[in-house]
């Protein structure tokens, strides 16, 4: 009965940066991949970040060079740094933790929104 809790997202200003959290709450156990997703209205849930547990990272090619995802292992914590944000970015953001036995879990998601 692990949940994840998302916190982070903002109102922001083209150019801003925004840093996501996401933490796993309930039992303390070994978490495998992290992975950060966003949805637009209208649009499907796509990729943005991944990170293995050995901290090996995949970047959706849209925010290469201006998103970075970390992990901190005993805090059981995924984090999705946002730096120079477009109006493009705007989405619910979600974060997913890969749990043993081959489990998926997702975040309630956590509106970034970048506007003027």
């Known amino acids: 009965q692990v949940q994840l809790v998302e916190s982070g997202g903002d109102l922001v200003q083209p150019g801003g940066s925004l840093n996501l959290s996401c933490a796993a709450s309930?039992?303390?156990?070994?978490?495998?991949?992290m992975g950060w997703y966003r949805q637009s209205p209208g649009k499907e849930r796509e990729l943005v970040a991944t990170i293995t547990r050995g901290g090996n990272t995949n970047y959706a090619a849209s925010v290469k060079g201006r998103f970075t995802i970390s992990r901190d292992n005993a805090k059981n914590t995924a984090y999705l740094q946002m730096n120079s944000l477009k109006p493009e970015d705007t989405a619910v953001y979600y974060c997913?933790?890969?749990?043993?036995?081959?489990?998926?879990?997702w975040g309630q998601g956590t509106q970034v929104t970048v506007s003027s």
């Open positions: 309930g039992s303390t156990f070994a978490i495998g991949a």
């Open positions: 997913h933790f890969v749990v043993p036995l081959g489990g998926n879990i």
